[in-house]
């Protein structure tokens, strides 16, 4: 779904914290050509929420990653591009990693941009976004660029995946059943990205993707 130039924007506003929101809004508001006809606190209300029609149709999502418990905004991501016509949804996150941005490109986002964009930046993508084409904050583009430059060197995203349950603790036989792998594929992951990180530790690979940006260093 794209719009002609100078039309309004109909914006969802899907974060779980309600001062975020309220933040958004007052910046968004002060923008003639925007309406915002929705909020949602979580990653399921958007996806519901992105469906709407008549007077409530929205054009494009910001989406924030993380809402705690339930869907992540990269699964809401997915399931809203998936409709046909549907709202282009504009990540507006905190994480840089390259796990969160391959996440959410993959899903369909049209754009990536940080929360402390300035807000000419973020009303800019918005409209970029709107009008079908791609918004991406300067400093995700450097990291994209990267990874293309170097694939060899790059993980890919079952191989940030792992890693990141690596982080979390958990055994090669509880990542084999949380990304339905054998066991013997999860060990050839883990032994790529040893090679690619240039160590020979799920300690120090962990250590090493986090320093790179790779994967968070929090939850």
């Known amino acids: 779904m794209t719009r002609e130039p100078g039309a309004t924007v109909r914006l969802l506003l899907a974060d779980d914290h309600p001062v975020v929101r309220a933040g958004l809004r007052a910046v968004l508001d002060a923008e003639p050509d925007f309406e915002i006809v929705a909020e949602a606190a979580t990653a399921e209300a958007a996806v519901e929420r992105a469906a709407a029609v008549g007077a409530h149709r929205v054009d494009v ?15 809401a991501t997915a399931a809203i591009t998936a409709r046909e016509g549907a709202p282009r949804v ?39 976004a709107a009008s079908g084409r791609s918004a991406l904050a300067p400093a995700i583009a450097h990291r994209l660029m990267d990874r293309m430059r170097a694939p060899a060197q790059a993980l890919s995203r079952r191989e940030l995946e792992v890693l990141r349950l690596v982080k979390d603790g958990l055994s090669n036989q ?12 999860v060990k050839s992951h883990l032994v790529h ?8 530790s799920r300690t120090a690979a962990v250590a090493a993707a986090t320093a790179r940006g790779l994967i968070r260093n929090g939850p």
């Open 61 to 75: 999502v910001l989406m924030d990653l993380q809402f705690g418990a339930g869907m992540h905004g990269a699964e």
């Open 90 to 128: 504009l990540v507006l996150t905190t994480y840089d990693t390259d796990a969160d941005i391959l996440a959410a490109v993959e899903a369909g986002a049209a754009g990536y941009l940080l929360k402390d964009a300035p807000p000419e930046e973020l009303a800019a993508a918005v409209r970029t």
């Open 174 to 185: 509880r990542i084999s059943k949380e990304l339905f792998l054998s066991q013997a594929t």
């Open 193 to 200: 990205i040893y090679a690619k990180l240039g160590v020979d």
